[in-house]
């Protein structure tokens, strides 16, 4: 006969193994296949509701056994609010690991600006993002224009609730982020100069960014710019006046695409960035340069070049003379 104390051993030890079953298994145990499923806790929601919704969308075996599993772990005030990608089948250990370390899908926004981009087109990123309305960067009210090339390139993690933030508030708070970018990963390239030439190099670097695509062209084209503004040329940049014909209407909360702005009407116009009419640098910079071109522009590779053109499949075609310069448009822009 057996003993009671064992019956009761043997009832209790099932228990025990039944809910390190229904704990430590994956549920459903028999799938075949995996699914994701978006799974959301709320700020300040209860124990109760948790175990509930877990319930209804099919993710665990028993609403109880999670409830007593989560008690028992000391985990019931560390689950963490959040949106929740959950790869079924789970064990209910495994989902009261994820909920108590806070592994939610991230609710921030990625947004990669590009090397040579301006703000006009920087506006349009975080428009796209839902981060701000279209033109916000551009208003009147609002621009930022005098930050250009000082909005460093990178690749940047901002909160969806910026988006609740005033425009003005979104916008400092934003260019903030970028300007501080900036400072931070041009610090040794740029140290010790003055203002005024930290925003000689800057502008060159932006050009750069705009005309030529290699580091060893872009040390080039630096060195057939300082060869150009010694020797008192012009310095005639097609960048430069696109960007003047599209300066204007951004200035008026208009965007313009510098890639599609009119340079042969507006080659004969006297503006401030215009380098066939005006000798010198522009006024300042015509994108927002990242490191490459910014150590090419601290570092002009010598030559006897005065001329560059770029073809249309990217290539760089140098010229000594006005002359051979003439036949390299011939041969590559006709």
Known sequence: MIAKSHIIFALILAVLILGAALVYLPYPLLSSRSQNIEFNIDSGQSLNLIADNLAIHGLINS??????????????????????????????????????????????IEITIPEGTNIADIDKLFAGAGLMQEGDFLKPQTTRLDFEGYLFPDTY???RKISLLDPQARIN?????????????????????????????????????????????????????????KLGMP??????????????????????????????????????YNTYVRKGLPQGPISNPGLRSIEAALQPAPSDYLYYLTTKDGVTIFSKTAAEHLIARQKYLK
């Open 63 to 108: 609403r109880y056994v999670f409830e007593a599993y989560v008690r028992l772990s000391g985990d019931s005030k560390r689950l963490q609010a959040g949106k929740y990608l959950i790869n079924q089948p789970v064990s209910i250990s495994q989902l009261v690991n994820d909920f108590s370390n806070g592994l939610a899908e991230s609710n921030d």
């Open 157 to 159: 993690r901002f909160d």
């Open 173 to 229: 708070t934003i260019f903030q982020v970028l300007n501080s970018n900036f400072k931070a990963k041009t610090a040794k390239l740029l140290a010790g100069l003055t203002q005024a030439q930290n925003l000689r190099f800057v502008i060159i670097a932006s050009i750069l960014e705009r005309e030529v695509k290699t580091q060893s062209d872009m040390q080039l084209v630096t060195g057939i710019i300082e060869r150009r503004l």
């Open 235 to 272: 310095l005639e940049i097609d960048a430069t006046v696109a960007y003047g014909v599209c300066y204007p209407k951004w200035l008026s909360g208009k965007y313009c695409n510098v890639s599609s702005a009119d340079i042969v009407d507006n080659i004969v116009i006297n503006t401030a």
